[in-house]
């Protein structure tokens, strides 16, 4: 409500910011489109998250709550391991379902 009203009221905003940081920084550092940016994913299902994923996608853990086939789930996640292939994202939705799972109980 408070940034509606300073919006409303013809508060500068980001214009203001902006003049500021233009003291410090060079304008083509920030003056520039908004891009996204890239979270390692892959390595850290490599790396520091993969045991918390070897947990969530056990073989038998998946069969028991019987919401994905266990197959096809272990197999890439093995060659996503091996760095055969890069199954990141699709890991990764299985991995936020299977730990909204446990927190529901």
């Not at 919401?67 to 292939?85: A, D, V």
């Amino acid at each position: 409500m408070v940034a509606a009203r300073i919006q409303i009221s013809g508060w500068p905003g980001k214009r203001l910011l902006r003049q500021i940081l233009a003291r410090h920084v060079p304008p083509p550092l920030f003056e520039r489109p908004k891009r996204g940016f890239g979270v390692p994913i892959g390595e850290w299902l490599r790396g520091s998250l993969g045991p918390w994923a070897e947990a969530l996608l056990a073989e038998d853990r998946l069969r028991t709550e019987g919401f994905f086939r266990p197959g096809p789930i272990r197999q890439k996640w093995l060659e996503h391991q091996s760095g055969r292939y890069n199954w990141q994202y699709l890991l990764w939705d299985v991995l936020m379902f299977q730990s909204w799972l446990e927190a529901q109980r």
